[in-house]
């Protein structure tokens, strides 16, 4: 039986709101909204979203003094739902925190679907607000009128009033929580519980969630005091049950004679890369180090991490030997159970003697899978677990671990050079080994779903590089909006010295591209922006390989003019932006050489091979 668990001791406000709450107390709903979420996610500036007639009354609030100058919002407004969905998605991945997007009723909430289903997939937190049909037009009755608004599906019986409810439906199956507000909320006080259970359910899981709020609640007033509570995530863990679980971790890492950390993509998607680092700082410097290829989140200059393990994809097939044959037990943190991230559920631990692996909702001990839930709150959290563990490790204590040399893998350089080809493109290894070179600590890489993403693994990461990308839900396009919420997410944390890199597929980016254009619109905002790679391979050169290599539906309109398409976004005298376009290997080399970064948006047209993939890709997917 489990413990009980004592209430959350409240912490310190992490917003002052005094001028807020003082009298009058009562504020809008609206504001009251706003300056919650800032509660939320104090490191949020930037709001997505794209205005209609159902939600325009809440955007009003976001102007308001106590949101705007005291609290510090604005909002950002994009070219359409999807990409601004991309766009919040990106921003919270950046952030590490709370991203928010807001949309109208039905046309704008669906175009805002599949981004956000891809945020459900790759565990981003984002809330979703919706600005949806007054209270009173979502009241009529079957023997009222019959009143079809527009946005709003009719009814299959044309006798009966439509569901205004029919999107809230769908959404359902693409988020971890769902309220409706109503006047009756409202009244009953029961506003601020369901505003506080959405935010912390989105920022407990990890994943969007989503609030609609009818066009006649926003200017409703509410109780600012309600404001002074402390804004809490996480509740207290079970102390007894947590600590058992970190003594038998410990237990087993001190007797093993040859034992491994393995970090999986839920730490990093759970915000706790530096805890992560803090506990493997604090091991023996015999003791072996992975990553896998969708976390990249530990420290890859570290003389102790072997490299990047991805199943048969991984960049070496000793790193493969290292963990599934010279391994006694494995600590596998923040296990994510997905084929692109298991290169085809290809990773194997069956020779592995022992194994601990952690997920946020569970953890496998001795072969038994345990639930961290119970009466559906958890029992403590990842982060609290890791915490733990590095504030209790002991590296005395490591007196099993037998001394042998292991292999680390160092990566070399892949491009080969030839004549005859390095005239004609820039091929993926050699796009390869620049971008190893050109990153530098901290920096943020962001990479559209597309050839260069299968070549990951063989790119070296330097301390601190945060890598984004959409390898499980893989929504072509996604990338270019993302990088402009990680843009964003940058400029609001004042992280001058982080510089941004995305590589791109011709293809993907023709998906999204008029997010170009909002580069330029918040120029003055944004100081720090990205250099973007467009690799230029005139179509979809995946799909070409898996099947279908000249066939029409694999083809693009191939003659875009990349490096001009700012100035007809209206950067007439590249004020704002500088772009290029490099045709062969020498003119690569050339930009790299002559390459001086002074925060402007850089965008590079590189001419690709139409056929030419990494070994990596390869490797994965052409092998018979």
């Known amino acids: 039986m489990a413990p009980s668990i004592a209430p959350p001791a409240p912490p310190a406000s992490t917003f002052d709101l005094s001028e807020a709450s003082s009298s009058p107390n009562n504020i809008p709903l609206g504001q009251y909204l706003f300056l919650r979420i800032a509660q939320a996610n104090p490191k949020l500036r930037t709001v997505f979203g794209i205005p209609g007639d159902f939600n325009l009354n809440l955007l009003e609030h976001l102007y308001s003094k106590p949101v705007a100058e005291d609290a510090g919002l604005r909002i950002a407004n994009l070219c359409n739902e999807l990409n601004a969905a991309y766009t919040a998605d990106g921003y919270a991945r950046a952030i590490d925190g709370l991203a928010v997007l807001i949309t109208t009723f039905g046309v704008g909430e669906l175009s805002a679907c599949n981004g956000v289903a891809g945020s459900f997939t790759e565990y981003s937190p984002v809330l979703h607000i919706v600005g949806t049909t007054s209270t009173r037009q979502q009241s009529l009755q ?71 709020v009818p066009s006649d609640i926003p200017d409703m007033m509410v109780d600012a005091r309600m404001l002074d509570r402390p804004f809490i995530v996480d509740d207290e863990p079970a102390m007894p049950v947590m600590d058992d679980v970190v003594s038998v971790i410990l237990r087993k890492l001190y007797a093993a004679k040859s034992p491994a950390v393995l970090s999986d993509a839920l730490t990093a998607r759970f915000g706790h890369t530096a805890t992560v680092q803090a506990f493997v700082d604090k091991l023996p410097a015999n003791l072996r180090l992975f990553s896998t290829n969708l976390a990249r989140n530990i420290d890859e200059t570290k003389d102790n991490f072997v490299g990047c393990y991805y199943g048969v994809g991984s960049p070496s097939p000793q790193i493969n030997w290292e963990l599934e044959h010279n391994t006694d037990f494995l600590l596998h943190l923040g296990i994510f159970n997905a084929e692109t991230n298991t290169a085809g559920y290809s990773m194997d631990f069956s020779n592995i003697q022992d194994k601990v692996i952690i997920h946020p909702d569970y953890l496998v001990l001795d072969g038994w899978t345990h639930s961290l839930i119970k009466g559906g709150r958890r029992l403590f959290t990842m982060g609290q677990l890791l915490a733990r563990l590095a504030e209790r490790v002991e590296t005395n204590k490591f007196t099993g671990i037998e001394t042998k040399e292991w292999y680390k893998h160092n990566p070399q350089k892949l491009h080969k050079p030839d004549a005859e080809t390095d005239n ?70 004042g992280l001058t010295d982080r510089r941004i890199w995305l590589l791109e597929g011709d293809g993907s980016a023709q998906m999204t591209v008029q997010e170009l254009s909002t580069y330029l619109r918040y120029h003055d905002i944004l100081k720090v922006n990205p250099t973007i790679f467009v690799i230029n391979n005139s179509g979809y050169t995946v799909e070409r390989l898996i099947n279908g290599p000249t066939r029409s539906y694999n083809d693009i309109q191939s003659t875009w003019q990349w490096s001009k398409l700012l100035q007809v976004f209206g950067d007439v005298d590249k004020k704002y932006h500088h772009s290029s376009k490099v045709n062969n290997v020498a003119e690569f080399d050339q930009w790299f050489a002559n390459e001086e970064y002074d925060g402007k948006l850089n965008v590079v047209d590189v001419t690709a091979g139409k056929m030419d993939v990494s070994d990596r890709f390869l490797s994965l997917f052409l092998k018979k």
């Open 424 to 493: 004609q493109y820039v091929s993926q290894s050699k796009l390869v080994d620049a971008v190893t070179e050109c990153l530098s600590p901290n920096d943020i890489l962001v990479v559209e779903t597309c050839s260069f993403q299968f070549a990951m693994p063989d790119v070296k990461l330097p301390t601190g590089v945060k890598y984004i990308t959409q390898a499980v839900w893989g929504s072509i396009g996604y990338a270019l909006p993302a990088t402009l919420g990680v843009t964003f997410a940058v400029n609001d944390m």
């Open 142 to 212: 079957d023997d009222q009128p019959i009143i079809n608004h527009h946005h709003l599906l009719q009814n299959k019986d044309p006798l009966k009033q439509p569901d205004h409810d029919v999107y809230r439906k769908m959404a359902d199956h693409i988020c971890v929580v769902n309220e409706k507000l109503a006047i009756s909320d409202v009244n009953s006080g029961d506003i601020y519980g369901k505003i506080d259970k959405v935010l912390r359910t989105i920022l407990q899981q990890r994943r969007p969630g989503y609030l609609f």
